[in-house]
């Protein structure tokens, strides 16, 4: 069972509230699809984005996919040192390898995701 402190896109993004930023990432079950990474884009900071844009996109030695955000916001921080170091993306999705911090307006910012169990089946029927 994947953590039930974020909130998931059927793209296999996850975002994670603390007061008004979320910390948003791929999920492990992203990273298994793809298999070996071997490129990330992350955007600036500064740069705002509306939920559903892709905002990167990660390369691996079998696919290249879009990185789409699950909320609307300004990006405040990216995980500088991911692009060079894509172990721990492949290792730590779910934590270490996050990918970018957005910082968004409103109390609904994750209205429209999936819980963890919603997710679950997702990912049960991609399998």
């Not at 909320?71 to 921080?77: F, N, P, Q, S, T």
Request: aromatic content about 6%.
């Amino acid at each position: 069972m994947r953590p039930e402190d974020r909130s998931y896109l059927d793209s296999h993004e996850w975002a994670k509230l603390d007061g008004d930023i979320v910390t948003i990432g791929i999920t492990d079950f992203a990273v298994e699809q793809l298999g070996e990474l071997v490129y990330l884009d992350l955007p600036d900071v500064g740069r705002t984005l509306d939920k559903g844009e892709a905002f990167g996109e990660v390369e691996s030695v079998k696919a290249v996919s879009d990185v789409n955000s699950p909320v609307a916001g300004e990006v405040i921080e990216t995980n500088d040192g991911l692009p060079d170091d894509l172990e721990a993306l492949q290792n730590d999705s779910l934590n270490g390898g996050w990918l970018i911090k957005v910082k968004v307006s409103g109390a609904d910012a994750l209205d429209g995701l999936k819980n963890a169990a919603a997710y679950e089946e997702v990912v049960a029927s991609e399998s």
